[in-house]
Every structure is written in structure tokens, then in C-alpha cells.
């Protein structure tokens, strides 16, 4: 195969997985076809199948895609976070977890709002969320918990993991976009001002980490 035939085959591919990445994020697996999809992205459907097979293997791909480039953000902000001061503050674990996805969110590649929003609906589906989120995400999700006990040293851990579930929850609503936020407070707030959003957060979880781990003997509380 010739460079450019290789070029364009990629191009396809690609084509194929963004396409993929759209429809999966606004319609969920069981509401996408293939069909649909090479419609989206103008190839042959014999095309999908010939690159990925099926449609579940189509949507592995998917999710696999960007959940690496997504970890290697998030693990550098923390790593650069516990290296800066030791011990670190709260306040800079959890901005160290969710300025990265905040930072990734506002972008202008709409790749990554498809995705972030996928992530969202996986990670509330009974039947996908907990492979591929445990799969994809939980080495980094442990060592962030694992940086919470070194600035929570007498936490209970299990609170801990609660804490960690409850803002597991806040940002699948926040990938989500789903604009109630606008319409509940009247246009006050809107819920693609992702800034105001993340900068929101940071101080909420922190502030909810401390109330239910019941740390007072913590220096940075």
C-alpha cells in the first residue's frame, strides 16, 4: 500500500470514529447503527465492518480512543501537584483531577465534547459503565485517592470512596451539558459555561471531602 493510500485509509478510519463518537454521545449504543454512522461519516457501511467489525467492537474503539490521552493529562496535572508541595492542600488534589477535564471540556474540539459526553452515559449505564470505566479509568482514579490520603491522613477510607463517587456523579452531569441548569435557574446559570462550572466545583468537593471524612486533626482542614 502507497503512503497515500495508507493517508487515506486513516483518513477514513478516523472518519468513521468521529462519526462513531457523535452519534454514540447523543443517542446511546442501542440507538446507533452502522448504517448510521457511515452515513455520518459519507463511507460504504461494508467499511465500518471491514475496519472494526462489529458495532460493539466499533464502540470499544471508540471509548479506548481518547481515554489514554484523557489519563496522561489528568496524571501529569496530579503528578506536578504532589511534587510542588509536599504535603499538598486539598484544594490542589481535586484542581489537579478536574482543571485538566474542565480545560479539555471548553475546548473547541468538539471530538472531545462528544466524548466527555459519552463518558457520561457510560458511566451511568448498568450495562457498559462498569467494564469500561474500571478498565479505562480506575489505575488513575487510585492514585488519586491515594494522593486524597496523604492530605486526609485519619479519613475513613471508606468515606473516601463515597466522596470520590459523589464527584464522579457531579462531573457526569457536567460532561452531560443537558442545559437544565439554564432552564432551572432562568438563564442565570448555564451549564456550557464550563469555567464558572469547574471553578464552582473545586472548593464544593474539597469542602464535601472534609465534612464526611471527618478530619479535624488535618493541618491543611
Known sequence: MSEKSRTEAHSRRDKILDAAEALFAERGYDGVTL???????????????????????????????RAAILNKVRDEALTACLNTKVPAMLEDIVEAYLRPLGEIQASADKGWKHYLSLVAWVNNSTEWGREFMTDNFNPFVSKFIDALKTTLPNADEQALYWGYHYMSGALTLT??????????????????DITVGYKHMIPFIAAGFRAICDDPDNSNS
Do not use: C
Not at 448504517?35 to 464502540?59: E, P, S
Not at 460532561?175 to 456550557?192: E, N
Open 175 to 192: 460532561f452531560a451539558d443537558t442545559r437544565r441548569l439554564d432552564t432551572l435557574s432562568g438563564g442565570k446559570a448555564s451549564s456550557s
Open 35 to 65: 448504517r448510521q454512522i457511515a452515513a455520518l461519516a459519507a463511507v460504504d457501511v461494508a467499511l465500518t465492518n471491514y475496519h472494526f467489525g462489529t458495532k460493539k467492537d466499533l464502540f470499544t474503539t471508540v471509548f479506548h480512543r
